[in-house]
């Protein structure tokens, strides 16, 4: 099964929390090893987004926000997928056949 993350699952990765969530989801659905996870590259632009905006208030520095980035793209049990050519639109028909 096919599960494609939203980016406020990695926000932790950026060091910013998220009210009522566990840092444990993204590993227990690896652990379980039934799972094929994605993210979207939009999550890259809002990870970036977001976290220039914490950096500029002075919340977050940018190594922090690097660093989390670079995480999330060397992460070897999640796949990148690009909404620009359809693999997400695709993805979503064929989970409805």
Same mark, same amino acid.
């Given at each position: 099964?096919?599960?494609?993350?939203?980016?406020?699952?990695?926000?932790?990765?950026?060091?910013?929390?998220?009210?009522?969530?566990?840092?444990?989801?993204?590993?227990?659905?690896?652990?379980?090893?039934?799972?094929?996870?994605?993210?979207?590259?939009? *999550?890259?632009? !809002?990870?970036?987004?977001?976290?220039?905006? +914490? &950096?500029?208030?002075?919340? #977050? *520095?940018?190594? !922090?926000?690097?660093?989390?980035?670079?995480? +999330? &793209?060397?992460?070897?049990? #999640?796949?990148?997928?690009?909404?620009?050519?359809?693999?997400?639109?695709?993805?979503?028909?064929?989970?409805?056949?």
């Amino acid at each position: 099964m096919r599960i494609l993350l939203d980016s406020s699952f990695f926000f932790p990765l950026i060091k910013i929390k998220i009210k009522d969530s566990s840092n444990d989801i993204i590993p227990s659905l690896i652990k379980y090893n039934r799972f094929e996870l994605q993210y979207s590259t939009i *999550t890259l632009f !809002e990870l970036s987004a977001k976290g220039a905006r +914490l &950096i500029k208030a002075g919340e #977050l *520095t940018d190594l !922090e926000v690097v660093d989390g980035i670079n995480a +999330l &793209i060397s992460w070897k049990s #999640l796949i990148q997928v690009d909404p620009w050519l359809g693999e997400i639109q695709m993805g979503s028909t064929y989970n409805r056949s």
